[in-house]
């Protein structure tokens, strides 16, 4: 009787007699996972693999989920964690390497895209008032997008950006929230711009204060007194009621761009330049 081919060297063996293919029983022996496994539905006699292909089982099993890894590790291409390097055309000509940022900073663009806290806010602070500083004729773009920020250091942005002599020029890309529709409010009239799919979100100013009634009291108070301050500048900057302002912001209230730009929130929707492409013949194709 012929051997079982085994793909491991020592490992053939010959079938018994009572499993024989033309038998109800198996003619391989029931195996799940690494190791051999007792008789199942089909197969009632023990079965009697030696240890050796066990052995060498698990070994080859082991070197080929090894192989696997290092294939996929070897042909995974990371997206860089770290800002992109740019070069950057120099006033005095020729080019410089450097950050992306840093190039749009250069160019009096500032991107609030992340939420905002007390080092983002002083990063923006510092950048805005050294723009400023070396050339106030020149507009100031500030792309505003993103979940807000903390109530302080948003309002140092926007009590700065009303400080500056520069004029300003704010641009609402995406979804804003929270104390970004005040910023982007805050731009020069006929210079406040909005993309078709911006949505923007006014949210009440909510605080967390925690002690004793007095101490509730007086954060209360503060934040009325800011919320207060917050719709009269949006009653400056859009043209509307107060009372009016204060009764649609006591709720969560969400605009779209044709919205916003009725409320006064905006002046005008930016839709993204189209560039008509030239068909031109190159050939007859491959047909």
């Given amino acids: 009787m012929a051997a079982i081919f085994s793909p491991f060297p020592g490992c053939a063996r010959t079938p018994s007699p009572s499993c024989s293919p033309s038998s109800t029983r198996c003619f391989f ?12 539905l089909f197969c009632s006699e023990r079965s009697d693999l030696p240890k050796t292909f066990h052995k060498k089982d698990k070994q080859f099993v082991r070197s080929s989920r090894l192989r696997l890894n ?49 080092g983002f806010s002083n990063a923006i602070l510092g950048t805005l008032l050294y723009l400023d500083s070396v050339n106030s004729s020149e507009v100031l773009n500030i792309l505003v997008m993103g979940s807000g920020g903390n109530v302080q250091p948003s309002l140092q942005i926007y ?19 929270n104390l970004s529709g005040y910023i982007l409010a805050a731009g020069d009239k006929g210079k406040r711009y909005t993309m078709p ?35 009269k500048q949006l009653e400056l900057k859009t043209g509307q009621p107060f009372e009016k302002i204060k009764k649609d912001m006591a709720r969560r209230k969400l605009f779209a761009a044709q919205a916003a730009i009725d409320y ?24």
């Fill in 29 to 40: 022996k029931n195996r799940s996972g690494l190791g051999a496994q007792s008789s199942g």
């Fill in 70 to 118: 290092v294939a996929c590790r070897a042909g995974m291409i990371m997206m860089p964690i770290s800002v992109p390097i740019v070069p950057y055309r120099m006033p005095g000509g020729g080019y410089q390497w450097i950050d992306l940022n840093n190039a749009l900073f250069r160019d009096r663009i500032i991107c609030l895209s992340q939420f905002i806290d007390e």
């Fill in 159 to 177: 009590d700065t950006m009303g400080s500056l002599s520069s004029p300003i020029s704010t641009f609402a890309l995406g979804y804003l929230c």
């Fill in 197 to 231: 799919t911006s949505v923007i979100t006014f949210e009440p100013i909510a605080g967390a204060a925690r002690g004793n009634a007095d101490d509730i009291m007086n954060e209360a108070n503060e934040l009325a007194r800011i919320r207060d301050y917050l719709f």
């Fill in 264 to 287: 006064g929130l905006v002046d005008q929707m930016v839709p993204p330049p189209r560039k008509d492409k030239k068909i031109e013949k190159i050939g007859d194709g491959l047909g």
